[in-house]
């Protein structure tokens, strides 16, 4: 596996506020390619009222601010290699997802904590396992497309421990994400030394 990306992105406030755009706005930052999927995760950090949000990008490929972003601006970024993961480490973990179960075609936020945490423990196996874990309080981000109309996505924020089991499918959760909703900013599963 090649190196993945970690970049701290900063969108004024007119981006900010349009969590649609969230998406359009960060895949300015690779070029040209109308043809490629995407290969990027991402999450807001922080966001001000007035000012605009701090956002954790992860990425196949650098980013590049292009001469026409006026509303993106590019803090910091790195390259970050996850080949020396181990079978049994533990790691420190941080994810905002939207947690939902499908019923009759729909997604359904799960808001029970229990629920979520059943969620959680499924989609890390048999790459990982909880060891500790905390749930925030969830988030309703609101979102208005263009024709379509309004529309809605609840999330929830995981921290704590968890152990390696398969370094390979555990790379593969980190560098896909996890769950629905990825070009809202969900999904990113970051890791850090315990």
């Not at 970049?7 to 300015?28: E, G, R």
């Not at 080949?83 to 939207?98: D, I, K, M």
């Not at 423990?121 to 609101?142: G, N």
């Not at 390979?168 to 999904?187: D, E, M, R, S, Y």
């Amino acid at each position: 596996m090649t190196n993945l990306y970690l970049s701290k992105v900063h969108f004024d406030w007119t981006i900010a506020q349009q969590p649609y755009c969230w998406h359009q706005q960060l895949w300015t930052l690779f070029g040209e390619r109308p043809t490629a999927s995407r290969d990027f995760l991402y999450r807001v950090e922080h966001m001000q009222i007035g000012v605009g949000a701090r956002v954790l990008l992860q990425s196949a490929l650098p980013p590049q601010i292009s001469a026409t972003s006026s509303s993106l601006t590019l803090l910091a970024s790195k390259a970050v290699n996850y080949q020396g993961v181990q079978p049994q480490q533990r790691l420190r973990f941080y994810l905002t997802a939207n947690v939902v179960k499908k019923l009759q075609g729909n997604r359904i936020p799960l808001i029970k904590e229990a629920q979520k945490l059943n969620w959680l423990h499924r989609k890390l196996t048999p790459a990982a396992v909880l060891q500790d874990v905390h749930v925030r309080q969830s988030e309703t981000r609101y979102f208005y497309k263009n024709a379509t109309g309004a529309g809605k996505i609840v999330t929830s924020t995981f921290e704590g421990i968890l152990q390696v089991q398969h370094p390979q499918q555990f790379i593969q959760l980190i560098t896909c994400g996890i769950g629905p909703a990825k070009a809202f900013g969900c999904g990113l599963l970051s890791v850090a030394p315990y």
